[in-house]
T-cell receptor, first 111, second 111 residues
């Protein structure tokens, strides 16, 4: 059974820092890996989707990498801003069109 | 652009009552999903529908029923609510290899 783990569970950093959020999964037979952002009281917003054949994806200050063989992904946020404060969720999709989610990393960026 | 719309946003029920959570999407997506989100548990799939007229169980289907009324609408029904079903419920939709789009959730408390 696929399990997804995110470390750390919470992170508090000053504005301007570069940060790395980690995601690990137990079954490397994935179709893709996705990173989402969730603001308090809101639904999830897709940030990046990495297909299993890809190594990384970039969008603005965000860069996500995927190492399928080791069951790991990282989300790199450059020059963090207070507006980046949110919970970041990682999810993997197998060949069944279903997403398995991690429990998230709650990020606070203070001025 | 409404995206995925969930109603109601909040609901309080008594144990044993029934209710239906509504979800509608205007993106012409084939697949729709119902998740629940609990503290420390991440999002867990309750039911999903790969296309109009089809539904399948997810990870935690017990105590729930679903109806894919048409391509736009996917409802979740609690026949006899239990305190263990207190949660935040999210509906999502997707098409092809694209990321899932989420609604803002329904916060359900069962006393």
């Amino acid at each position: 059974k696929q399990e997804v783990t995110q470390i750390p569970a919470a992170l508090s950093v000053p504005e301007g820092e570069n940060l790395v959020l980690n995601c690990s999964f137990t079954d490397s037979a994935i179709y893709n890996l996705q990173w989402f952002r969730q603001d308090p009281g809101k639904g999830l917003t897709s940030l990046l989707l990495i297909q299993s054949s890809q190594r990384e994806q970039t969008s603005g200050r965000l860069n996500a990498s995927l190492d399928k063989s080791s069951g790991r992904s990282t989300l790199y946020i450059a020059a963090s801003q207070p507006g980046d404060s949110a919970t970041y969720l990682c999810a993997v999709e197998g060949n069944t069109d279903k997403l398995i989610f991690g429990t998230g990393t709650r990020l606070q960026v203070f001025p | 652009n409404a995206g995925v719309t969930q109603t109601p946003k909040f609901q309080v029920l008594k144990t044993g009552q029934s209710m239906t959570l509504q979800c509608a999407q205007d993106m012409n997506h084939n697949s729709m999903y119902w998740y629940r989100q609990d503290p420390g548990m991440g999002l867990r799939l309750i039911y999903y529908s790969a296309s109009e007229g089809t539904t399948d169980k997810g990870e935690v289907p017990n105590g729930y029923n679903v109806s894919r009324l048409n391509k736009r609408e996917f409802s979740l029904r609690l026949e006899s609510a239990a305190p263990s079903q207190t949660s935040v419920y999210f509906c999502a939709s997707s098409s092809g290899a694209q990321p899932q789009h989420f609604g803002d959730g329904t916060r359900l408390s069962i006393l």
